[in-house]
């Protein structure tokens, strides 16, 4: 019987370290750990993926451009090409993403040559399943576009998408307005071509993970889940900033973006908000996945923080139906189809509207009577009640 009991004994002991050994295995840590030491004994292969540098976060990262230089020019895009597999095989999962000084648009041109006038591209040995457009809200930030053109164009080619990249510049100095922008980015996308998916893309953020596909969920994609900026992780469960994914059913639904978000803020929240007023919901890519690095910038000059935003999300409800894609108004001024983007300079107008009527002159003095007083149509009220505190996202930034 004594016997009996030690040979329990050791059993359990034996499947206690058993469990411990396997919780310690499991831990995200094993698998750097392993891949370390399997990277010092294996000899460099030729896939390109074996130059991996490190991140600053541990992850390692592979050239965003490996792999796809063995793609070459089909001599005429055929009616009877396969279809592209469900998984591409240049997929490979985290890249290496920095930004390095001197890098010129002709050069991230030389690395892509497969991509055709106004920013397209479609597989030159398969048909792609996807037909994905990128619309980048644009003022003054030609530095940043092209480290987004570098790293997005191979992005998009590993995963075998057909693509089309637009950026919406918005013309003039007047307050920027991201929304509308991208209001006016949808329909001229859509007008010349049949995209089953939109992405909606801030152009300073770079994707870290060639997993986040990108085409479109059956419900609203927010694919930046993890950026660098947040500590890789979501701030809030609403939030829909960044980089963000609709099909245009999704989008015609939720009756586009609003249009009177002037200045920074509150619009990616309204967005968020009538993704659910539209009876759709949010999906995302895993946090390992939908990565991020944002280049690091301030405030921009016209596009100050609007102070109207907290008043105006919490009308969004009463609003949405009738402010949105359906009353969109916006002038293009230019349509240039550059070797890699489409680049449309639309004028958007003011809060007073496109072309607000031009008050009266003064009438001339009358000896003796003070002129008439004529209102000034300035560009923002200020709000009868400001707020203070700050957004759920002002406040995760805050904390880092
Ligand atoms: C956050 C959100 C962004 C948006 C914004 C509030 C993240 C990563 N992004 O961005 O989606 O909701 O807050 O409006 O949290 N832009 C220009 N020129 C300008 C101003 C803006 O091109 O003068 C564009 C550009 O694409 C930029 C985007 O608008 O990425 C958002 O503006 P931001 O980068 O200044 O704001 P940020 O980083 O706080
Ligand atoms: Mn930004």
Same mark, same amino acid.
């Given at each position: 019987m004594v016997a009996f009991q030690s040979k329990w004994r050791y059993l359990f002991m034996f499947l206690g370290i058993q469990l411990v050994v396997m919780a310690l295995l499991s831990r995200e840590g094993y698998q750097k750990r392993v891949t370390y030491f399997i990277r010092i004994f294996r000899k460099p292969d030729g896939? @390109?993926?074996?130059g991996r540098n490190h991140t600053a976060t541990g992850i390692t990262g592979g050239d965003v451009y490996a792999n796809l230089s063995h793609l070459s020019k089909a001599h005429s895009h055929r009616d009877d090409m396969p279809y592209c597999p469900k998984t591409s095989p240049f997929v490979g999962g985290p890249l290496h993403v920095s930004f390095p000084s001197g890098l010129t648009l002709a050069e991230v041109q030389r690395k892509n040559p497969l991509v055709v006038r106004g920013g397209r591209y479609r597989p030159p040995n398969c048909e792609a399943r996807h037909r994905t457009a990128i619309v980048i809200p644009h003022r003054h930030r030609e530095h940043h576009l092209k480290f987004l053109l570098y790293y997005l164009h191979p992005f998009l080619q590993r995963q075998q998408l057909n693509y089309g990249i637009y950026v919406i510049h918005q013309a003039g100095n007047y307050t920027f307005n991201r929304a509308k922008l991208m209001n006016a980015g949808f329909r001229e996308a859509m007008r010349e071509e049949d995209w089953d998916c939109l992405f909606f893309h801030d152009v300073d953020l770079i994707p870290e993970d060639d997993r986040n596909t990108y085409v479109c969920d059956s419900n609203p994609k927010h694919a930046a889940i993890a950026m660098d900026k947040f @500590?890789?992780?979501?701030?809030? &469960?609403m939030y829909f900033g960044g980089v963000s994914a609709l099909s245009p059913l999704h989008y015609l639904k939720m009756n586009g973006f609003p249009n009177n978000y002037w200045g920074w803020g509150g619009e990616d929240d309204d967005i968020g908000v009538r993704v659910s007023l539209a009876g759709m919901y949010i999906t995302r890519p895993s946090l390992k996945v939908g990565r991020y690095k944002m280049i690091k910038h301030k405030l =921009? &000059? @016209?596009? =100050?923080?609007?102070? &109207?935003r907290f008043n105006m999300l919490a009308k969004t409800r009463q609003t949405w139906k009738m402010d949105g894609m359906n009353t969109a108004e916006y002038e293009i001024i230019s349509r240039q189809y550059l070797p890699l983007y489409t680049n449309i300079t639309v004028y958007i107008g003011t809060e007073a509207g496109l072309h607000p009527p031009t008050p009266p002159p003064p009438p001339a003095k009358a000896a003796g009577k003070p002129a008439a007083e004529v209102p000034i149509k300035g560009p923002a009220n200020p709000p009868a009640k400001m707020k203070k505190g700050l957004s759920e996202k002002e406040s995760a930034l805050n904390n880092h």
């Open positions: 896939t @390109g993926f074996s @500590g890789y992780k979501l701030p809030y &469960k =921009d &000059k @016209g596009n =100050d923080v609007n102070p &109207k």
